[in-house]
């Protein structure tokens, strides 16, 4: 069984400033773990994804993420928000090369302000 | 590249009509997925398919039917429509290969009244 818990449905920064977005993971194997942004209206794009390797991870639009296993947490970060950054992100879980089910969070809703 | 493919984007159904969402991909994947996206609750997963003839429950599969006859076509049935049913729908596909990302459409907006 495998779950994925997005602290926080909204998070609201400045432009310029931090972007921290939390994912928490369960998985009773070896996890794959992935990060999508939805623009309203539209479908879901993949920000970037961990599969094995490397555990910190670079995405496109300057995000990259850290899988910390002692942790189970993927978390999303951007060091300077901007404005275009303003849409839902999604982490989602699947289990390992195998793993038919992709799962994914509740979503967080990230605001920009001027 | 068409990718995945969804239709229609938007319906309005009554409650007890019935209806067909389409989900077409052309990236000769094996991996096919329906979710409902709802406020707040992110995706949840209804029906899944790992390849022609085979299909599988997701979390929320009450309500809802799949056939999976070609590779690239994965339908949602819904019948009997209900006020619960209304929501986004995504439909997604993914390789079995090593990039593992999944590919998804672009929704289609669903009211049941």
């Known amino acids: 069984a495998q779950s994925v818990t997005q602290l926080g449905s909204h998070v609201s920064v400045s432009e310029g400033a931090l972007v921290l977005l939390r994912c928490n993971y369960s998985?009773?194997?070896?996890?794959?773990l992935f990060w999508y942004v939805q623009y309203p209206n539209q479908g879901l794009q993949l920000l970037l994804k961990?599969?094995?390797?490397?555990?910190l991870v670079k995405g496109i639009n300057g995000f990259e993420a850290e899988f910390k296993k002692s942790e189970t947490s993927f978390h999303l970060t951007k060091p300077s928000a901007h404005m275009s950054d303003a849409a839902e992100y999604f982490c989602?879980?699947?289990?390992?090369?195998?793993?038919?089910?992709?799962?994914f969070g509740g979503g967080t809703r990230l605001m920009v302000k001027p | 590249n068409a990718g995945v493919t969804q239709t229609p984007k938007f319906r309005i159904l009554k409650i007890g009509q019935s209806m067909t969402l389409q989900c077409t991909q052309d990236?000769?994947?094996?991996?096919m997925y329906w979710y409902r996206q709802d406020p707040g609750m992110g995706l949840k997963l209804i029906y899944y398919?790992?390849?022609?003839?085979?299909?599988d429950k997701g979390e929320v599969p009450n309500g809802y039917n799949v056939s999976r006859s070609t590779t690239e076509d994965f339908p949602l049935r819904l019948e009997l429509a209900a006020p619960s049913q209304t929501s986004v729908y995504f439909c997604?596909?993914?390789?079995?290969?090593?990039?593992?990302?999944?590919?998804f459409g672009q929704g289609t907006r669903l009211t049941v009244v």
């Open positions: 990236m000769n994947h094996n991996y």
């Open positions: 989602a879980v699947s289990a390992n090369n195998a793993g038919k089910m992709l799962t």
């Open positions: 997604a596909s993914r390789t079995t290969g090593v990039s593992l990302e999944a590919f």
């Open positions: 398919s790992v390849g022609a003839g085979i299909t």
């Open positions: 998985s009773s194997v070896p996890p794959y």
């Open positions: 961990y599969t094995t390797g490397a555990t």
